[in-house]
């Protein structure tokens, strides 16, 4: 799980409507490394309600004791039993818990080793409070996330009833989420400390004594299996005792009431679901960005489930960035999905089996688990986690034109029962044996819907304007160097020139590449373009070079001057998920008036709420443009987003005499990248459209 989780989650939930295990603790355990928790009327049996969020804290190597103040239920007397005890160090365990000692067979229940386990390899520090006068009340759990602190807290005791049965409340609180939160944290937190340090004039805090630990000790040797991880003891515990696993509280997939797929701007998705399934649920989905081929694959995977009655999802992305946003989107289905960045390929595997044996042991009937396309490739997914006849499995690829290079030729998992391939433009440009693998692994491309249907329909319609930019002097001058060196080696070109010169010669191809993706006059074009006002300069996205981090510079130099509320994405900022996730929802909130880019945002970003791109630079892939322009034109009701806006930046080079090969390509890209973009837009012939910028770089091509 990663840190999304926890900032996507509601700020209220009822325990006995919802699995707040799965759907509150265990996504707030699996990313804190402390656990510390207060509460009257405590019971064993809450261990085995939590146990998906105790165990995925567990697992967390840096992860403190969890540290428990409890007051269980007892009379009155009892509570001068215990102080007795306490005083004459004697074992006060049996007063604390009766419910464990009852009987022989009691000592081989889960909840009596567990617990006895964890206190005695200090997993868990647990005291107990008593109140000099009425009850130890609180309930509250408290956190500590990379984000800050977390607090859930309310009505709920920790018992089974008060945590599951019973009609209770429990409030979310996150300190990063506003003062009035932060505030809520610190102030249990503070109080929780006090306690711990020895409590206060009014409530006692008693430690376990010597005997009270010899019990618990003798309780943890009753269990003949050796507890190495908690969940471990959960999951055997369940299976030898055939409980087919808390069936009120089972995960599946279910698609959200507010997805139409059969009618209206959306209904592609049901053509494209049916298509899937006609062809034995396998095949490529070659949907234009924008048109939902997330919701259309999920859509697909819930209808699959309830067929198969037990699923297991594999989704295979190509950034960190697309790992977030489909577990965000896949959260919508009703299930929680392992989100498996930053995970070592030891840690996937467990979670894989986790996964597995939840669906052997009915605890689910949809698992779903996100991982990159090199985790695909790492051996992961073989005949011993698929092969199951418990469940069946199914493999979606995003971005599936990334696979096809001769590694996932070798590498790729060919087992999964049920496969899906995503892709905007499926094939690999200029790699036709890529594209035939692609073929052979999913079939056959079942359903495209493409740029020409989509516009109107779930994307909005746009303008497109081209602004031609000419070279500096001294741009100029080192162009006209770099093109008399490129046609010396010119050679090179050839199919049989020797490996060093060819090398050479593409260098120089390349430098004078990036010299006209960085001309210095697209930053003064830029500038000239932005609205006046920076209160105008709204929902914007800016594209820049990454062969030149000068540029980016540039841009937010003017972003800077002109006080417009900015934030870059690069590589550094997707490293990061707080930060990547926080700068997307502060964009999406209109907190950030623009987003400045290398190429990061050509893949795994939604912001529908985007009106208006600059392409100061562009490379010469087709799906890099189609990506683009889906991604600028999602619809977005909730802004009231009807069009949406796209200002290129070209650059035309002086051409003296016969242009060389490579140059002559890059004037013939930069046309068809015209063509592109203005055969879809609807303004093709005004000022500045696509019909005046053809005839420009035609005008140029027959000079050449």
């Known amino acids: 799980m990663t840190q999304t989780n926890i900032d996507y989650l509601p700020p209220i939930f009822y325990p006995s409507e919802k699995d707040i295990d799965g759907g509150l603790f265990q996504p707030v355990a699996s990313v804190s490394t402390t656990l510390d928790c207060m509460v009257g009327y405590f019971t064993s049996g809450v261990l085995s309600e939590l146990a998906l969020a105790l165990s995925s804290f567990l ?21 001068a039993a215990i102080r007795q005890a306490y005083s004459e160090g004697t074992d006060f365990f049996g007063i604390l818990f009766p419910e464990l000692l009852i009987s022989e067979s009691a000592l081989r229940t889960y909840t009596v080793s567990a617990l006895a386990y964890l206190i005695v390899s200090k997993k868990i520090e647990l005291k107990v409070a008593l109140k000099r006068n009425g009850l130890f009340h609180t309930k509250a759990w408290l956190f500590k996330t990379p984000s800050g602190g977390v607090a859930i807290h309310g009505s709920s005791n920790a018992t089974t009833g008060g945590m599951f049965k019973n009609f209770e409340q429990l409030v979310l609180s996150r300190s990063w989420m506003g003062w009035e939160s932060n505030e809520v944290v610190k102030s249990l ?32 040797s009753k269990q003949t299996r050796v507890l190495e991880n908690f969940s471990n003891s959960y999951y055997v515990s369940l299976e030898e005792s055939g409980n087919n696993g808390l069936n009120n509280r089972v995960s599946k997939l279910s698609i959200p009431g507010y997805i139409d797929f059969r009618n209206g701007a959306f209904a592609h998705q049901g053509e494209a679901v049916d298509a899937w399934f006609e062809n034995n649920q396998c095949g490529i989905l070659s949907i234009a960005t924008g048109g939902g081929k997330t919701i259309t694959s999920m859509i697909a995977a819930t209808k699959l489930m309830e067929r198969e009655k037990s699923l297991l999802v594999v989704v295979a992305v190509p950034t960190k960035a697309l790992m977030n946003q489909w577990e965000r989107d896949i959260s919508e289905f009703g299930v929680s999905a392992v989100n498996t960045n930053g995970m070592s390929v030891m840690k996937i595997q467990r979670a894989c089996k986790s996964s597995a044996r939840n669906l052997r042991l009915n605890l689910s009937s949809a698992e779903v688990i996100v991982v990159t396309h090199a985790a695909l490739l790492n051996d992961i997914f073989d005949e011993k986690l698929l092969n199951s006849s418990h469940f069946k499995s199914m493999l979606i690829v995003d971005e599936v034109h990334n696979i096809g290079s001769q590694r ?38 079942v359903y495209e819907y493409g740029l020409d249907r989509a516009i109107g329909e779930c994307l909005v319609n ?64 830029l500038e000239n373009l932005l609205p006046k006002s920076r209160y105008d300069i709204k929902k914007s996205l800016i594209f820049c070079t990454d062969k030149n981090p000068e540029q980016l510079d540039a841009v937010n130099e003017i972003l800077v001057r002109r006080k417009v509320n900015f934030h870059q994405i690069t590589a550094e900022e997707t490293a990061q998920n707080k930060t990547l996730n926080s700068i997307i929802k502060s964009f999406s909130d209109d907190e950030l008036q623009v987003l400045t880019s290398k190429r990061v945002l050509d893949e795994g970003f939604n912001v529908p709420q985007t009106e208006t791109a600059y392409l100061l630079a562009s490379n010469t892939v087709l799906r890099q443009w189609t990506q683009r322009l889906g991604r600028v034109l999602r619809s977005s009701p909730g802004t009231g987003k009807e069009r949406a806006t796209i200002h290129d930046f070209i650059v035309l080079p002086a051409v003296d005499g016969e242009a060389d090969k490579d140059l002559k390509s890059l004037i013939e890209s930069e046309y068809r990248r015209i063509q592109f973009f203005s055969g879809y837009s609807d303004n093709y012939t005004d000022k500045n459209g696509g019909y005046e910028a053809c005839e420009k770089i035609l005008q140029l091509l027959g000079a050449v």
């Open 408 to 445: 996932s030729q070798e590498k790729f998992p060919r087992l999964f029962d049920f496969k899906i391939g995503l892709s905007a433009t499926f094939e690999r440009q200029f790699d036709e044996e890529g594209t035939r693998f692609l073929i052979e692994i999913f079939n056959k491309v």
């Open 189 to 220: 937190q503070k109080k929780f400390d006090t306690f711990w340090g020895g409590g206060t004039d009014d409530v006692e805090i008693i430690p376990m004594n010597d005997k009270t630990l010899e019990t618990i000790a003798r309780l943890s």
């Open 462 to 525: 746009f303008q497109y304007y081209a602004h031609f930019i000419y070279l500096t002097a001294e741009e100029e001058f080192d162009f006209e160097e770099l093109t008399a060196e490129i046609k010396k080696m010119s050679f090179a070109a050839a199919s049989d020139a020797p490996l060093s010169a060819k090398e050479r010669w593409q260098r120089l191809c390349l430098k004078r590449r990036a010299l006209v993706e960085s001309a210095s006059n697209k930053i003064e074009a």
């Open 59 to 79: 697992k967390i190597e840096d992860a403190e004791p969890m540290r428990f103040i409890i007051s269980p239920n007892i009379e009155s007397n009892d509570l």
